[in-house]
């Protein structure tokens, strides 16, 4: 008999073919709710998630499950802690996008190196001003300032060196020089990475440590040219200094894939400044990154089904096969 995989969304061909070619038989579910899950799950042995919470209601209806593939780097929609009372393995797909956010990081400096969000503005209106008054430069030669140098991290640093020739410094309290790409400095000196860089760029999660990382003291130590990315989370910046420091003019600008409430408030002020481009969260959103992340949810699931070490499991998952 072939193992059941529930997909409460569909998934990518990559991943569909991974799996059908070698027996197993996918399950596509009703709904992606928490209720849509418990009616399907039951005698379902693996489930790859998307947008779906992997709630202790969906984990006590989950009988046969021994496996969750989360399709996609985070995994705070799984109850984990249920997962582990539930001997049931965590898997997720962490490398799937990091080219996509990566490349996304270095769309946000150039866009800010051009002004283009004041460019695009005026151009129409008057376009000597979009094209000769407002403030360009380069990125050859600047220093870029990396906090959390993991997986996206490290892809930014070798662009923005090898790419770019720019001067990369890193701040990440979890890791070595020795882990460094090489050519990238790294310091333990938080407020150095703010002082000294011309683009500072923000790579590390979410956690209880880095919520509102960066604020008021941190824009302050920042050139008045300097530019700030952020591709990770909103809620490692504290959105209303970074809206001070732009209206204030503290920092050139801004480019930001993420704020603290998504989908957006309209409403929120940021979005009337002219120095801050922003994107409703597109890192992860590309074709490639998608196609990517359905592979890895299929290996990781055939690779504990079959007995195997999984590649790619949560922290704290490694053990089990
Ligand atoms: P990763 O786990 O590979 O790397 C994170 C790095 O941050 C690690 O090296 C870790 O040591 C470091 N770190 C942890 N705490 C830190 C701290 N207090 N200060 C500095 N560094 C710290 O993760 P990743 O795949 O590179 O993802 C990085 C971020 O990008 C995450 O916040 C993730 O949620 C976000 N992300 C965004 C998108 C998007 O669509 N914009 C897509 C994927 C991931």
């Given at each position: 008999?072939?193992?059941?995989i529930?997909?409460?969304?569909?998934?990518?061909?990559?991943?569909?073919e991974?799996?059908?070619s070698?027996?197993?038989?996918?399950?596509?579910?009703?709904?992606?709710?928490?209720?849509?899950i418990?009616?399907?799950?039951?005698?379902?042995?693996?489930?790859?998630?998307?947008?779906?919470k992997?709630?202790?209601?969906?984990?006590t209806?989950?009988?046969?499950?021994?496996?969750?593939?989360?399709?996609?780097?985070?995994?705070d929609?799984?109850?984990?802690?249920?997962?582990?009372r539930?001997g049931?393995?965590?898997?997720?797909?962490?490398?799937?996008?990091?080219?996509?956010?990566?490349?996304?990081?270095?769309?946000y400096?150039?866009?800010?190196?051009?002004?283009?969000?004041?460019?695009?503005?005026?151009m129409?209106?008057?376009?000597y001003?979009?094209?000769?008054?407002?403030?360009?430069?380069e990125l050859?030669?600047?220093?870029?300032?990396?906090?959390?140098?993991?997986?996206i991290?490290?892809?930014?640093?070798?662009?923005?060196?090898?790419?770019?020739?720019?001067k990369v410094?890193?701040?990440?309290?979890?890791?070595?020089q020795?882990?460094?790409?090489?050519?990238?400095?790294?310091?333990?000196?938080?407020?150095?990475?703010?002082?000294?860089?011309?683009?500072v760029?923000?790579?590390?999660?979410?956690?209880?440590?880095?919520?509102?990382?960066?604020?008021?003291?941190?824009?302050?130590?920042?050139?008045?040219n300097?530019?700030?990315?952020?591709?990770?989370?909103g809620?490692v910046v504290?959105?209303?200094?970074?809206?001070?420091?732009l209206?204030?003019?503290l920092?050139?600008?801004?480019?930001?894939d993420?704020?603290?409430?998504?989908?957006?408030n309209?409403?929120?002020p940021?979005?009337?400044?002219?120095n801050?481009?922003?994107?409703?969260?597109?890192?992860?959103?590309?074709?490639e990154?998608?196609?990517?992340a359905?592979?890895?949810?299929?290996?990781?699931?055939?690779?504990?089904?079959?007995g195997?070490?999984?590649?790619?499991?949560v922290?704290?998952?490694?053990?089990?096969?």
């Amino acid at each position: 008999m072939s193992y059941k995989i529930l997909l409460p969304q569909e998934i990518m061909k990559e991943g569909r073919e991974y799996l059908e070619s070698r027996g197993y038989e996918l399950i596509n579910g009703s709904g992606m709710e928490e209720q849509d899950i418990i009616r399907d799950i039951p005698d379902c042995d693996g489930i790859i998630v998307r947008l779906s919470k992997m709630t202790d209601a969906v984990f006590t209806a989950a009988k046969n499950l021994k496996v969750v593939a989360r399709h996609g780097a985070g995994y705070d929609t799984v109850d984990l802690e249920s997962a582990k009372r539930h001997g049931v393995v965590v898997l997720n797909a962490p490398v799937a996008n990091s080219m996509s956010v990566a490349e996304l990081a270095m769309f946000y400096m150039l866009y800010c190196s051009r002004n283009f969000k004041r460019v695009e503005n005026y151009m129409l209106e008057d376009y000597y001003y979009a094209k000769l008054k407002t403030p360009k430069v380069e990125l050859d030669g600047k220093t870029l300032g990396i906090i959390g140098v993991g997986n996206i991290g490290s892809r930014v640093a070798k662009k923005a060196l090898h790419g770019f020739n720019m001067k990369v410094i890193a701040y990440d309290p979890y890791k070595t020089q020795a882990d460094m790409p090489e050519g990238v400095e790294l310091t333990s000196d938080f407020d150095h990475i703010f002082e000294a860089s011309d683009f500072v760029t923000l790579h590390c999660p979410a956690t209880p440590e880095t919520m509102d990382f960066v604020g008021k003291r941190q824009f302050s130590l920042m050139k008045k040219n300097a530019y700030f990315i952020n591709t990770a989370r909103g809620k490692v910046v504290d959105e209303p200094a970074l809206y001070e420091a732009l209206s204030d003019h503290l920092i050139a600008g801004a480019g930001v894939d993420v704020l603290k409430e998504e989908p957006f408030n309209s409403k929120n002020p940021i979005f009337a400044l002219d120095n801050i481009v922003i994107g409703p969260h597109i890192g992860a959103a590309t074709k490639e990154a998608t196609d990517r992340a359905s592979l890895h949810s299929a290996i990781g699931i055939d690779e504990v089904l079959s007995g195997k070490k999984p590649s790619w499991p949560v922290p704290g998952f490694e053990g089990e096969e």
